[in-house]
Nanobody, 114 residues
């Protein structure tokens, strides 16, 4: 059974930084990993993804401010979030794709105050 355990959310002032972590377990193979977010009343949206080979993809709204990184030995993905804005406030979800199946973490709240 695949499990994704997230940590690192919290409350921060605009312009501040946070680092999210997500550790995957329960599978010998972990495919692409990424972060999505969902703000109240909005659809879940992609934030950033990374393949096992290190290729990355970012939403336009976070490119240049957020950095996704991955430690394959630990099956862990990180999201360094800098220059945070109030519009970044959301629940952030870790995701991994394993043999065509999506797996999600429980989510971690990020709140950016103005």
């Amino acid at each position: 059974q695949v499990q994704l355990v997230e940590s690192g959310g919290g409350l921060v002032q605009a312009g501040g930084s946070l680092r999210l972590s997500c550790a995957a377990s329960g599978s010998r193979f972990i495919g692409a990993m990424g972060w999505y977010r969902q703000a109240p009343g909005k659809m879940r949206e992609l934030v950033a993804t990374t393949t096992s080979g290190g290729s990355t993809n970012y939403a336009d709204s976070v490119r240049g401010r957020f950095t996704i990184a991955r430690d394959n030995a630990k099956n862990t993905v990180y999201l360094q979030m800098n220059s945070l804005k109030p519009e970044d406030t959301a629940v952030y979800y870790c995701n991994t794709l394993i043999f065509g199946n999506n797996h999600w973490g429980q989510g971690t709240q990020v709140t950016v105050s103005s």
